[in-house]
C-alpha cells in the first residue's frame, strides 16, 4: 500500500486495527443512518480476540468448552490437561481483509504444550499480527521510505489437574503493538507494551444421554487482565473478556462422534457513556477507570442498561462430525448484536487427521454483503507426540 503522509499512516494502522475486531467500531453515542444508536465497546490490541485456528474457526469461534488440542492457549488453556498425547504443536495462519482487495495483512499463530505428568502441563504459544508494508510518497509520487505497522504476544501458562474431572490455568502474557509513531493534533503516539493474564478452568466428565455414551463439558476464561495500553500519552484498556462456554459430544462408537457446543463472551472493560454537547456524560458512567474498575464495572455500567448489558454478550455455536477418526466436518454461527458491533456470519469447515499429524482449514461466511470479514480463511497443522493416554 502506497500512503504520502505519515499522519495517515497513524490513522490508518488504528483503522486496520479496528475493522479486524469488528465491522463497525464506534465511540459511543454515534447515530446511524436510520437512526439507532451505536455503542460499540472500543479497546486497544483487538488482535488478542482473533480466533487463530481453523477448528474452532469452522465452528463460529467457539471453543472454551470443545475438546483439548494444541490451540486451547487461545479459548481455554485448562483445557491441556486433557490432551491425550503427551506433547504437541501447532501452527496456524490467517490471511485477513481479502475482500478489500488487501493482500498483506496476516495472523500466524505458533502454540504448543507439554505434559510434565499425569497432573501437570505446561504450554505456550505466540501471535504475530502483520499489517502489511506502507510505503511513503511525496506530492510527486516518489518514495521516500515504508513502515511496516505489527502487533505480537507471547504467552506462558502452567495447567493443573485438580481431580480426573476438573482442572485449572494461569497464564502470562507480554504484548507489543506498534502501529505507527509521530505527531498527531499536538500528541505524540508510540509503540505500546502490556502485560496480562489468564485465569481459566474446565471440566469434563463421560457420561450417558439418550442411551448414547457422551461426554459433557464446561468451561470458564477469563483472557487478558492486564496493565493498559499507552501509546501516547492517552492510556487504552486490554480486550478483557469472560468466556463461559459448554460442550456436549455423543460417541456413536469408538470412531464416529458428533459435538455441539456454545460460548458466551462479554468484555469487562467500561462501556462508553452518551454525552451532551458540552461533553458532559448524561447516561452511563465514566470511562476513565482502574483495570479492577473497569472489569467489576462493566456488567452495570451500559447507559442503556441491563438491555444493553445483554446487548454485549456475543454467541458463538457450533457443529463437529468426526467419521472414522480421520475426516471432521464442521459448522458454526457466531453472532453479535448490531448496536454492538454487528459481527455475524456463518462458518464452514473440515479437518483430515492421519496417524499423529492434522491439517485443518476453515472459511468464513459474512451475514452481509461487503463485509470486510468476508472469504475470511484460516488454517492449520497440527503435530502430536509421544504416547497416547488410554
Known amino acids: 500500500m502506497k500512503i504520502g503522509n505519515k499522519h495517515l499512516l497513524l490513522m490508518l494502522s488504528f483503522t486496520c486495527a479496528g475493522i479486524v475486531h469488528s465491522s463497525a467500531q464506534t465511540i459511543g453515542g454515534d447515530v446511524q443512518t436510520d437512526g ?61 481483509l481479502r475482500s478489500l482487495g488487501i493482500q498483506d495483512i496476516n495472523l500466524a499463530y505458533l502454540s504448543g504444550y507439554y505434559k510434565i505428568d499425569d497432573r501437570q502441563t505446561i504450554a505456550s504459544s505466540f501471535r504475530f499480527f502483520s499489517l502489511g508494508e506502507l510505503i511513503f510518497t511525496d506530492n510527486t509520487g516518489q518514495q521516500f521510505g515504508q513502515y511496516n505497522p505489527s502487533e505480537y504476544s507471547f504467552d506462558a501458562a502452567y495447567i493443573r489437574k485438580l481431580s ?36 481459566a478452568v474446565y471440566y469434563n466428565k463421560d457420561v450417558s444421554l439418550f442411551n448414547t455414551d457422551a461426554n459433557i463439558a464446561w468451561g470458564v476464561n477469563i483472557s487478558n487482565i492486564g496493565t493498559k495500553m499507552q501509546y501516547g500519552t492517552k492510556k487504552n484498556f486490554l480486550p478483557t473478556n469472560l468466556r463461559i462456554a459448554g460442550a456436549s459430544t455423543f460417541k456413536f462408537n469408538e470412531a464416529n462422534s458428533l459435538c455441539f457446543t456454545i460460548d458466551l463472551n462479554k468484555l469487562l472493560v467500561p462501556t462508553n457513556p452518551i454525552y451532551d454537547d458540552e461533553g458532559n456524560i448524561v447516561a452511563g458512567e465514566d470511562p476513565d477507570k482502574t483495570v479492577p474498575g473497569g472489569i467489576f464495572g462493566s456488567f452495570s455500567d451500559a447507559p442503556g442498561g441491563f438491555k444493553e448489558e445483554l446487548q454485549e454478550i456475543n454467541i458463538a455455536t457450533g457443529l463437529e462430525y468426526w467419521f472414522s477418526n480421520m475426516i471432521a466436518l464442521r459448522t458454526g454461527y457466531f453472532y453479535e448484536n448490531p448496536n454492538k458491533g454487528n459481527r455475524q456470519y456463518v462458518t464452514l469447515g473440515t479437518g483430515i487427521k492421519y496417524d499423529d499429524i492434522c491439517f485443518d482449514f476453515s472459511y468464513l461466511i459474512p451475514g452481509k454483503q461487503n463485509n470486510p470479514m468476508e472469504k475470511t ?9 509421544g504416547q497416547k493416554k488410554l
Do not use: E
Not at 480476540?49 to 470443545?66: F, K
Not at 497464564?171 to 507489543?176: E, N
Not at 505500546?192 to 485465569?199: M, P, R, T
Open 377 to 385: 480463511l484460516r488454517f492449520s497443522l497440527l503435530f502430536n507426540f
Open 36 to 96: 439507532k444508536r451505536v455503542n460499540s465497546i472500543t479497546t486497544a490490541v483487538p488482535f488478542l480476540l482473533i480466533g487463530p485456528d481453523s477448528r474452532s474457526g469452522g465452528m463460529g469461534d467457539a471453543g472454551g468448552a470443545t475438546g483439548a488440542d494444541v490451540s486451547s492457549m487461545h479459548w481455554n488453556p485448562a483445557k491441556y490437561a486433557f490432551c491425550s498425547d503427551k506433547a504437541g504443536v501447532g501452527i496456524d495462519y490467517s490471511p485477513w
Open 164 to 199: 480426573d474431572l476438573f482442572s485449572l490455568a494461569m497464564a502470562a502474557r507480554f504484548i507489543h503493538s506498534n502501529l505507527g509513531s509521530g505527531n498527531v493534533n499536538g500528541n505524540d503516539f508510540n509503540p505500546g507494551n502490556a502485560f496480562a493474564c489468564d485465569v
